[in-house]
């Protein structure tokens, strides 16, 4: 069983930069895949990011250049920072984890954290 737990999100202007922190218990966090999903009202899930066990990430193209994954091992923590940021960012983010990469890709992870929100005015 794992636990995540989102944190950082909030309201934040055009152009500005928020990072977001998972913080994951109850198994062996290394060796999980971890990722960033977010939903906006009315539109579908989106994948935003994901970090291997080994480091290897991938970006939706929404994003890249302006979000980066990282994950730090000892804290058994996994960060969002995303800078740049825009009004079509606004959405709830979700952390997620399985130990493979194609349920997190495929949005059919084991586990979700509760969702945090970032709200990014223009």
């Known amino acids: 069983q794992v636990q995540l737990v989102e944190s950082g999100g909030g309201l934040v202007q055009a152009g500005g930069s928020l990072r977001l922190s998972c913080a994951a218990s109850g198994s062996i966090f290394s060796k999980n895949v971890m990722g960033w999903y977010r939903q906006a009202p009315g539109k579908q899930r989106e994948l935003v990011a994901v970090?291997?066990?080994?480091?290897?990430?991938n970006y939706a193209d929404s994003v890249k250049g302006r979000f980066t994954i990282s994950r730090e091992n000892a804290k058994n923590t996994v960060y969002l920072q995303m800078n740049s940021l825009k009004p079509e960012d606004t959405a709830v983010y979700y952390c997620?984890?399985?130990?493979?990469?194609?349920?997190?890709?495929?949005?059919?992870?084991?586990?979700w954290g509760q969702g945090t929100q970032v709200t990014v005015s223009s």
């Open positions: 970090i291997t066990s080994a480091g290897s990430t």
């Open positions: 997620v984890a399985d130990y493979r990469f194609i349920r997190v890709v495929a949005g059919t992870p084991d586990y």
